[in-house]
Nanobody
Framework: VQLQASGGGLVQPGGSLRLSCAAS?????????TGWYRQAPGKERELVAS??????NYADSVKGRFTISRDYNKITLYLQMNNLEPEDTAVYYC??????????WGKGTQVTVSS
């Protein structure tokens, strides 16, 4: 099982990025909790957005700016990030947690928001 995140990069404040997380050896089932986390330098990893049973959940700091989604085949997880702020700078990780509590993490992708 592997989760591969991509799509990070350097963007100016107010810009947009779309992160992708491709699953191999598994898929993002509706029964799983799947989501995106981020970790900024010197800070703990925090939940950015998640999907469980069709319901989405967002950190207050990204509500209205970020959108989490899955593709129809449920093998790719996305995070559309709009109106990016310098405070969004972090390494972003995708995550899948099964109903049985097994957790999988992808390698992170760096997002840097700077002018």
């Amino acid at each position: 099982v592997q989760l591969q995140a991509s799509g990070g990069g350097l963007v100016q404040p107010g810009g947009s990025l779309r992160l992708s997380c491709a699953a191999s050896g598994t898929y993002f089932s509706t029964a799983d909790t799947t989501g995106w986390y981020r970790q900024a330098p010197g800070k703990e990893r925090e939940l950015v957005a998640s999907i469980f049973n069709g319901r989405t959940n967002y950190a207050d700091s990204v509500k209205g700016r970020f959108t989490i989604s899955r593709d129809y085949n449920k093998i790719t997880l996305y995070l559309q990030m709009n109106n990016l702020e310098p405070e969004d700078t972090a390494v972003y990780y995708c995550n899948k947690r099964t109903r049985g509590g097994i957790e999988y993490w992808g390698k992170g992708t760096q997002v840097t928001v700077s002018s």
